[in-house]
């Protein structure tokens, strides 16, 4: 199960980006943002990587200005660790890696005053996106999110937008990543603070399921950003079968 995921995240990683094989590593850079979440390397499985290949991956992404970053299985190439730190990686999280199959997902209540819709204009899309960068304390989104967000939803991403009924106030958002082989990341699920607490997340993340199940996946997984994020998904149905480490390199 872990090799079938992370070999999708190889094939997604690839998606709209320059990718660059350096040694066992496959290294991703992303044209219009320097975000470390969307610029990463993923190491082959059972590598073993040479000093000299850890600081040629770290010239390829400082020569790009970006920071050197991993995200990967653990326990897919659990000598790369090690290897990383000695060149002065520092680990940012181990985020538990969940999956949910058609029929484990366990359905949520809508909260009351909200509703949930597949964004199709640019307004409905922009507040989507707005919704989450403010979860994830980033910037407002620029004009151009939309219509990189409407080229995602052409190739076969499917984005679910919450918002209130009464004002068309946006809640928050997330989205099932391109399925491939029939997996799909569930993935950039935010809510912001004003509308927490009320199972949005919880209800938003089965609708993502449920109409990534309907488009055919088979396996549906994602990555928990903590403890309480954990157990939001394991009542929407998804079950922890291992974790993800996210490491980079400080800037100096």
Known sequence: MESRIQSYLRVAARYRRDVEQIGPFLATFTHHSDNPYINYAIPDEDAAPT????????????LRDLQPRFEYITQLAPAVEPALIAAGFVVESRTPLMICTPGEE??????PGIEFILP??????????????????APPPEPEAAPRMRANLADGQIA???REIATGEPVGGGVCTVPY????????????????????????????????????????????????????????GFTTIGDVLHISRPRR
């Open 51 to 62: 000093a000299a290949e850890v600081a040629a991956l770290i010239e390829a992404f400082e």
């Open 106 to 111: 366990q359905p949520q209540p809508t909260p």
């Open 120 to 137: 199709t204009s640019d307004n409905e899309l922009l507040g989507m996106i707005a919704a989450q960068n403010e979860a994830y304390d």
């Open 160 to 162: 679910v937008f919450a």
């Open 181 to 236: 082989q029939g997996l799909t990341e569930i993935a950039g699920i935010g809510v912001r603070s004003v509308f927490r607490r009320r199972g949005v997340a919880a209800a938003l993340t089965v609708r993502l399921t449920q109409a990534a199940f309907d488009a055919g996946v088979t396996l549906a997984f994602l990555m928990a950003a903590a403890e309480a994020e954990e157990r939001i998904y394991a009542r929407a």
